[in-house]
Antibody, heavy 120, light 111 residues
Framework: EVQLVESGGGLVQPGGSLRVSCTAS????????MNWVRQAPGKGLEWISY????????QYGDSVKGRFAISRDNAKNSLYLQMNSLRAEDTAVYYC?????????????WGQGTLVTVSS | QSALTQPPSASGSPGQSVTVSCTGT?????????VSWYQQHPGKAPKLMIY???KRPSGVPDRFSGSKSGNTASLTVSGLQAEDEADYYC???????????FGGGTKLTVL
């Protein structure tokens, strides 16, 4: 069974930094690309970052480009999102999502999410 | 403003069918057969219901179906049931530099 468990969320001040993690199990982690998708309170889904299985391809949405960094450790079955220069509008539940297919077809398996709150 | 346009709400009575639309452009929905649909109940993570326009993951009831015409994709839920009441989001591949774009979501109410 595919399982994704996010951790590391919490309260951080504007301008601060935070790293959230996603631990995967139930599949060969290195074979699949991974994504971070966030959802602000009461709002819709927003894709923010993508990383291929080998980390050769990395992409960011415009709203986080230059501030966030995605990475993965295939030996630890883990995905990370380093978030710097945080703003109030970054407040959201952050989901990691594994692609359903290989090659990619859609973010198919999602974790339960971790809440990041940016506030003073 | 979301990249893909969905109606904010839709509704139907139990047993009826309802269709939710998702309009994009030739750079996303119209350009690729990688449209997906997600169901999200309050406080829960999104669940993949349809991928590659019309394919259903294992375990998704065949009451859920997807289609696409030009720049508009559609999700149809037939034989509505109370548990289908949820938010539904469409998504599309939009190219190498911005892989996935989402719609703003549609709240489906079972009357």
């Amino acid at each position: 069974e595919v399982q994704l468990v996010e951790s590391g969320g919490g309260l951080v001040q504007p301008g601060g930094s935070l790293r959230v993690s996603c631990t995967a199990s139930g599949f060969t982690f290195s074979r699949y690309s991974m994504n971070w998708v966030r959802q602000a309170p009461g709002k819709g889904l927003e894709w923010i970052s993508y990383i291929s299985g080998s980390s050769n391809t990395i992409q960011y949405g415009d709203s986080v480009k230059g501030r966030f960094a995605i990475s993965r450790d295939n030996a630890k079955n883990s995905l990370y999102l380093q978030m710097n220069s945080l703003r109030a509008e970054d407040t959201a539940v952050y989901y990691c999502a594994r692609d359903y297919c290989t090659p990619d077809c859609a973010p198919g398996y999602w974790g339960q999410g971790t809440l990041v709150t940016v506030s003073s | 403003q979301s990249a893909l346009t969905q109606p904010p709400s839709a509704s139907g009575s139990p047993g009826q069918s309802v269709t939710v639309s998702c309009t994009g452009t030739s750079s996303d929905v119209g350009g690729y057969n990688y449209v997906s649909w997600y169901q999200q109940h309050p406080g829960k993570a999104p669940k993949l219901m349809i991928y590659e326009v019309s394919k259903r993951p294992s375990g998704v009831p065949d009451r859920f179906s997807g289609s696409k015409s030009g720049n508009t994709a559609s999700l149809t839920v037939s034989g509505l049931q109370a548990e289908d009441e949820a938010d539904y989001y469409c998504s599309s591949y939009a190219g190498r530099n911005n892989p996935w774009v989402f719609g703003g979501g549609t709240k489906l109410t079972v009357l």
